[in-house]
């Protein structure tokens, strides 16, 4: 008995110490011949200086496995107003939690519609702490336990419990929402007999694109599953487009000329749209030429989000060999730098891309939110950012708000502060830099 006891007491201890012995034997290497490392490969050097060495011509860590409307307006309008409601007189403030708290709202709006929109609601702040503890416990988890143990954080690690709490509060929240939508269209699909089959949908929301896209495929979406769904959605969309909003907050100080041009800009749009439609905010092209370019300038990501991994080896005609499991992706670092793409591509030029829109025959091409060849920012294809245009309205909307009701610069005590931080492949403001913010006599919204 004593024999079987240890022996079931080393085998999954033997099993694992064997398992990852084998994956650091069999890790997938490259076969450059031609490329040869130079200096420091550790993991901390790609951890801090990963643009330093895209700019040397090759990325190992981007191919290996891993190596480390009205409603609208309405929403911006008050979370900038709830944000910056004191008088400021050049008043140093860190922009990021009201640009955040800005999105989180605008987000609710038009995924959840009125219900459970709105500031402070218990909805906001339920998705903003489940996208903390989504965007932080994953890592923690990866730290403390092995594969095959993960699923025992769901009991143990308090972000992961916390983001199971926070799910089932959303659809305890979610199912009169949900209960709603599913009314409404059978009352619409019930027509045929009252109206010839046709009517307007009476929502108009995240909620009811993802009863439509569930039921499409013969599954029934549920409270329970709703929420895993929309928390995913904001998950993705919240901080990398408030990471946007800052970035193109910290570069405007940067470019008066731009910045009284682009102010210039609103002002004669909005005289000539009482109300902010998509219409008017495709007007704004210097605004647009100036989000692009700090897009290109400063990506979320050295490299493109979609990956590929080989089921296996592949050799190119010049003798390159990918072995099978190596992670591909296309390195936008060099595309966004590249001469022969941009001119000049050390230059922050802020009309860069109104001029391409003006020189151009297909105009459409070079938007903000715009999927094209000289940028691959929002991928391409069918697997391009489907989130890319809700974020380019919100900015807009955002931004037309600050550059109306307030002026801001940086403080003379920053000039020495980063900017920006480098972390492995990612690229992100400062969410700790302060902006000075001084309140404009303004009449209108």
């Known amino acids: 008995m004593s024999v079987i006891l240890a022996a079931l007491t080393v085998a999954p201890a033997a099993w694992f110490l064997y398992s990852r012995l084998k994956a650091l034997i069999s ?98 702040m339920l998705s903003m702490r489940y996208v903390e503890a989504a965007l932080s416990a994953p890592s923690k988890v990866e730290a403390k336990y092995p594969a095959w143990l993960y699923w025992l954080s769901r009991y143990t690690n308090d972000g992961v419990k916390a983001m199971w709490k926070y799910q089932a509060r959303a659809a305890e929240l979610l ?59 904001m998950t993705a969309s ?37 109300t902010w439609t998509r219409q008017a905010l495709g007007e704004l092209q210097i605004l647009d030429s100036f989000m692009r370019e700090g897009a290109r300038f ?28 190596t992670t591909l992706a296309f390195p936008s670092f060099h595309h966004n730098f590249d001469p022969a793409v941009h001119p000049q591509p050390e230059s922050f030029d802020t009309m860069r891309h109104l001029r391409k829109r003006q020189e151009r025959t297909n105009t459409h091409r070079y938007h903000f939110a715009s999927v094209s060849d000289d940028m691959m ?22 931004f037309i708000h600050l550059l109306t009701h307030y002026e801001f610069k940086h403080a003379e005590d920053t000039k020495e502060s980063p900017r920006y931080l480098s972390n492995n492949l990612f690229v992100i403001a400062n969410p700790a830099l302060p902006v000075l913010f001084r309140e404009k006599e303004v009449v209108s919204k």
């Open 238 to 274: 919240i901080h990398s487009t408030s990471g946007a909003g800052l970035a193109i907050l910290i570069d405007m100080p940067e470019h008066p000329r731009a910045l009284s041009e682009i102010r210039d800009e609103i002002a004669r749009v909005k005289a000539a749209n009482p």
């Open 377 to 398: 920012n929002w991928v391409a294809g069918r697997h391009a950012c489907p989130g890319r245009f809700f974020a380019q309205e919100t900015l807009k909307l955002m």
């Open 27 to 124: 890790s997938p290497r490259l076969n450059l011949p031609y490329v040869k490392f130079e200096g420091d490969n550790s993991r901390s050097r790609y951890r801090t200086q990963s643009a330093t060495i895209l700019a040397k011509g090759y990325a190992q860590q981007s191919i290996l496995t891993q190596i480390g409307g009205p409603g609208i307006t309405d929403e911006v309008n008050m979370a900038a107003r709830q944000g910056l409601n004191r008088a400021l007189d050049w008043t140093s403030l860190q922009p990021y939690p009201l640009i955040v708290k800005t999105f989180a709202s605008m987000s609710a709006c038009a995924i959840i519609g009125p219900e459970l929109g709105g500031l402070e609601s218990e909805w906001q």
């Open 175 to 233: 199912a009169p929402v949900l209960g709603a939508r599913v009314a409404a269209t059978q009352e619409l699909q019930a027509g045929p007999r009252k109206r010839g089959g046709k009517g307007p949908r009476k929502f108009e929301d995240g909620v009811q694109w993802l009863y439509g896209a569930h039921t499409a495929r013969g599954n029934q979406l549920t409270a329970e599953q709703l929420p895993r769904d929309l928390f995913v959605i």
């Open 298 to 325: 400063h990506a979320l990501t050295q490299y493109t989000a979609v990956q590929r991994i080989p089921t296996s080896d592949f050799t190119f005609k010049d003798g390159l060999t990918i072995p099978a499991g």
